[in-house]
């Protein structure tokens, strides 16, 4: 079965630092990988999406994730962090045989101190 | 309106109201999902509808009815509610179909308080 696994509910940075969110995955097969960002009283935003066409994937408002096969991980990050980047990240799995199924983390949540 | 709107954005009912979320996709999509959000808990996909018809129920409670009457509207009827239902509720839409690897593009949520 697909998982997706976010190591730590809760990441602190000062602004201007890097920003280093993780997400490991589980799929016997290639999978499609997500990433999602919620600001507070909002739905999800789509930050970007991994589909197999390159290794390093690069989204929305400076993120990037780059998708490692030998260490099944998807981690996001941002070099220079942004008060404004506070919000819950979530990544995601697309799960095979079960149409447009998404199986999402347990999400993380990004302070960012000025 | 753009994107995918969801009404009402707040909702608060008692354990014996009836009410309705509602979720309108302009995107031209031919999927639409319903997600349940609790604190500290992961997203929870409750049902998926493609093409107008349920490909997917997650084991929900029958006090949770949906309804998708065309590929652009989809409702979620609530009856005798638990306070344990208290959470935000969101809406989702896809372009594809239920196939794998569609991007989800997701409403605002409702937010629904049962006393």
């Known amino acids: 079965a697909q998982s997706v696994t976010q190591l730590g509910s809760h990441v602190s940075v000062s602004e201007g630092a890097l920003v280093l969110l993780r997400c490991n995955y589980s799929?016997?097969?290639?999978?499609?990988l997500f990433w999602y960002v919620q600001y507070p009283n909002q739905g999800l935003q789509l930050l970007l999406k991994?589909?197999?066409?390159?290794?390093l994937v690069k989204g929305i408002n400076g993120f990037e994730a780059e998708f490692k096969k030998s260490e099944t991980s998807f981690h996001l990050t941002k070099p220079s962090a942004h008060m404004s980047d506070a919000a819950e990240y979530f990544c995601a799995v697309s799960v095979y045989n079960q149409g447009g199924k998404l199986i999402f983390g347990q999400g993380t949540e990004l302070s960012v101190k000025p | 309106e753009t994107g995918v709107t969801q009404t009402p954005r707040h909702l608060v009912m008692g354990m014996t109201n009836k009410k309705s979320l509602k979720c309108e996709q302009h995107l031209g999509h031919n999927a639409m999902y319903w997600y349940k959000q609790s604190a500290k808990k992961p997203l929870e996909l409750m049902f998926v509808?493609?093409?107008?018809?349920?490909?997917e129920n997650n084991s929900v409670p029958s006090r949770f009815s949906p309804e998708c009457p065309n590929s652009s509207h989809l409702f979620l009827h609530l009856h005798t509610l638990q306070p344990e239902d208290s959470a935000l509720y969101l809406c989702?839409?896809?372009?594809?179909?239920?196939?794998?690897?569609?991007?989800?593009?997701f409403g605002p949520g409702t937010r629904l308080l049962v006393l």
């Open positions: 991994y589909t197999s066409a390159a290794t």
């Open positions: 799929s016997s097969v290639p999978p499609y």
């Open positions: 509808y493609s093409l107008e018809e349920r490909v």
């Open positions: 989702a839409s896809s372009q594809g179909g239920d196939r794998v690897g569609e991007t989800q593009y």
